[in-house]
């Protein structure tokens, strides 16, 4: 299988730095993906990883560890538009991703 | 705009009624994928279509069906609707270009089935 983990919810504050982890099975492993939902939009993605290590990409960054079968978002200098939902998605076979519950992230001022 | 369309956008309807949900993929994209989303809850896998034909299913129930026709684009039918079916029904697309692995996601369709 390929249960996806990820805290419910996280609040921080505008300016600081956040991590969202996210855990999942390693079986039938293939990439690992970031997508940002605001409510009642579409999740539009923000990164992909599937060699081990950091991807930095702007204010965003997602590091990945497969022999560990962890991942985490990392969103640097946070903004007010950054409060959103996080969702973490394993892809599998046949590019079927698996998405976690997803992580509401609230920044407050 | 992502490429890929939705409609409706909004659907009010009745319990025990039927819905059509009609997805068109972004250009080039062999496969569509359709997920429900209740409120405050995470992306539902529903089933996949690759080219025309059904390719995986998820935790799709009895009354839902969907198709993928010779143009691709894709429609998820809803019928005997229940006050639980009312949630946002996102379709999303993914191409077969090496390097292009993720999903675009449409707008989704709000149901709310009253």
């Known amino acids: 299988g390929q249960n996806i983990d990820q805290p419910t919810e996280m609040t921080a504050t505008e300016g600081a730095i956040v991590q969202i982890n996210c855990t999942y099975q390693?079986?039938?492993?293939?990439?690992l993906f970031w997508y940002q939902q605001h409510a009642g939009e579409a999740p539009t993605f923000l990164s992909y990883?599937?060699?081990?290590g950091l991807e930095e990409k702007g204010r965003f960054s997602s590091f990945l560890s497969r022999s560990k079968g962890y991942s985490y978002l990392l969103l640097k200098e946070l903004q007010m538009k950054d409060s959103a939902s996080y969702l973490c998605?394993?892809?599998?076979?046949?590019?079927?991703?698996?998405f976690g519950g997803g992580t509401r992230l609230m920044v407050k001022p | 705009d992502s490429g890929v369309t939705q409609t409706p956008k909004h659907l009010i309807t009745a319990t025990g009624q039927r819905v059509t949900l009609r997805c068109s993929p972004r250009s080039g994209d062999l496969s569509v994928y359709w997920y429900q989303q209740s409120l405050d809850q995470g992306l539902q896998f529903l089933i996949q279509?690759?080219?025309?034909?059904?390719?995986a299913k998820g935790n799709i129930l009895e009354r839902f069906s969907a198709q993928q026709f010779p143009d691709l684009h894709s429609e998820l039918n809803l019928s005997s609707l229940e006050l639980g079916d009312s949630a946002l029904y996102f379709c999303?697309?993914?191409?077969?270009?090496?390097?292009?692995?993720?999903?675009?996601f449409g707008s989704g369709t709000r149901l709310t089935v009253v």
């Open positions: 998605a394993n892809r599998g076979a046949g590019n079927m991703l698996t």
């Open positions: 279509y690759y080219n025309g034909e059904e390719r």
């Open positions: 390693t079986s039938g492993f293939n990439g």
């Open positions: 990883n599937v060699l081990d």
């Open positions: 999303a697309s993914s191409g077969q270009v090496e390097g292009d692995y993720g999903y675009t």
